[in-house]
C-alpha cells in the first residue's frame, strides 16, 4: 500500500530549472530518510540528494550548489529543485524511500532504499 508517485520530468534547455516531486501514500514521508535518484541506460543507479527525518542533507558532487532536497510535510510530498541543468544530468530519476535505518541513506546508497517510485524522465539539451 506504500505509493511514491514522481511528477515534473520533461525536456529542458541546457541552463534552466525544474523541479520534480515525489508524493506520498499510505507512508510518512517526513519519518523516513529519503532520497532522489537517477539512472542511464548501461550505467548503476547512482543517488543524487537525501534528507533525513531530522532533515539532515546529502548531496552528491555533481549536484552539490545546483540541486535541492526540500519537502512539505503537509502535503507528503518530497521535491528535488534542479537548477543550472547540464545535458549530463539527462536520466531517469528515482524516488525512494528508507524504511528502517538511515546510514546508507545518508550515504546516498540505492542498496538502501525500501520502497521506490516508478520514475520520471528527464532529458536536457544544449
Known amino acids: 500500500q506504500v505509493q511514491l508517485v514522481e511528477s515534473g520530468g520533461g525536456s529542458v534547455q541546457a541552463g534552466g530549472p525544474l523541479r520534480l516531486s515525489c508524493a506520498g501514500s499510505?507512508?510518512?514521508?517526513?519519518?523516513?530518510?529519503m532520497g532522489w535518484f537517477r539512472q542511464v541506460p548501461g550505467k548503476e543507479r547512482e543517488g543524487v540528494a537525501s534528507i533525513d527525518s531530522d532533515d539532515t542533507t546529502t548531496y552528491a558532487d555533481s549536484a552539490k550548489g545546483r540541486f535541492t532536497i526540500p519537502k512539505d510535510n503537509a502535503k507528503n510530498t518530497l521535491y528535488l529543485q534542479m537548477n543550472n541543468l547540464k545535458p549530463e544530468d539527462t536520466a531517469m530519476y528515482y524516488c525512494?524511500?528508507?524504511?528502517?535505518?538511515?546510514?546508507?541513506?545518508?550515504?546516498?546508497?540505492?542498496?538502501?532504499?525500501?520502497?521506490w517510485g516508478k520514475g520520471t524522465l528527464v532529458t536536457i539539451s544544449s
Open positions: 499510505g507512508y510518512t514521508l517526513s519519518r523516513h530518510c
Open positions: 525512494a524511500a528508507a524504511d528502517g535505518g538511515s546510514l546508507f541513506c545518508r550515504r546516498l546508497r540505492a542498496g538502501g532504499m525500501d520502497y
